[in-house]
């Protein structure tokens, strides 16, 4: 199962990520607040400003102080660092 890191130690399951969308349009902050309302909401930025949300499969919104595009890029780093395992 492919893992990847959000922040503080926090890891996801990669197949289970639908969507990975910045925090700072309006639409995003209301959907966040909507999953808070319905307890669907975790939060992995221990404080510090949200940067990404992350929307499950499982119909959970998880929030991390990453940059959505460093999430991408360990993502990236993952799949090539499979496809380099396997040439050997």
Excluded: W
Excluded at 32 to 50: M, P, S
Excluded at 64 to 71: A, D
Aim: a negative charge; glycine letters at 4%; proline letters at 3%.
């Amino acid at each position: 199962m492919k893992m990847v890191n959000i922040g503080f130690g926090n890891m996801l399951s990669v197949p289970r990520i639908l969507t990975l969308l910045r925090a700072d349009s309006q639409p995003v902050k209301r959907m966040v607040q909507e999953a808070k309302t319905a307890r669907t909401l975790i939060d992995c930025t221990q404080g510090r400003r949200t940067r990404a949300v992350l929307v499950l499969d499982s119909g959970h919104t998880v929030l991390s102080y990453l940059q959505p595009e460093t999430i991408v890029h360990r993502l990236q780093n993952d799949n090539t660092q499979e496809e380099t395992d396997e040439d050997e």
